[in-house]
């Protein structure tokens, strides 16, 4: 759902390639499917900020999807690793992270005010760019 040519280390693009997600009624798939819950993509849009802040311009660009039961998602892919992260709708528990990388390495976990930092590192080191 990300545009081309966006700056996602600006706040006003990583809000624009989120946006789209808040335009989908229900049934959007035709099976089913809940609205994206504001609470999840307002806490999503957040976090990302926060982490994105924290990266160079070498950094893959964040997808942000729909996960299941109005849930969003947020994930990084890179040359060697990537990142998911799902923020569940309301009450629904709290935000769960996973990643993997061509070392064989793992990060998961549920997400703490702390989690910031530690996901910027790993999509920092793991989620650059791939080249073309």
């Not at 280390?9 to 994206?36: F, I, K, Q, T, Y």
Request: charged share 20%.
């Amino acid at each position: 759902m990300n545009g081309g040519g966006m700056n996602l280390s600006n706040p006003a693009d990583v809000v624009g390639a989120a946006h789209g997600l808040l335009e989908l009624r229900a049934n959007w798939d035709g099976e089913g499917s809940e609205r994206v819950d504001i609470a999840a993509w307002s806490q999503a849009v957040s976090f990302t900020l926060r982490v994105q802040g924290r990266l160079s311009g070498r950094t893959a660009k964040p997808r942000f999807g729909v996960g299941s039961e109005g849930s969003v998602d947020v994930h990084w892919r890179g040359e060697r690793g990537e990142l998911l992260i799902n923020f569940p709708s309301r009450a629904k528990g709290a935000p769960k992270y996973y990643g993997d990388n061509t070392e064989g390495g793992k990060i998961y976990g549920l997400l703490s005010v702390t989690s910031a930092t530690e996901i910027a590192r790993w999509v920092g080191r793991f989620c650059t760019k791939t080249s073309n």
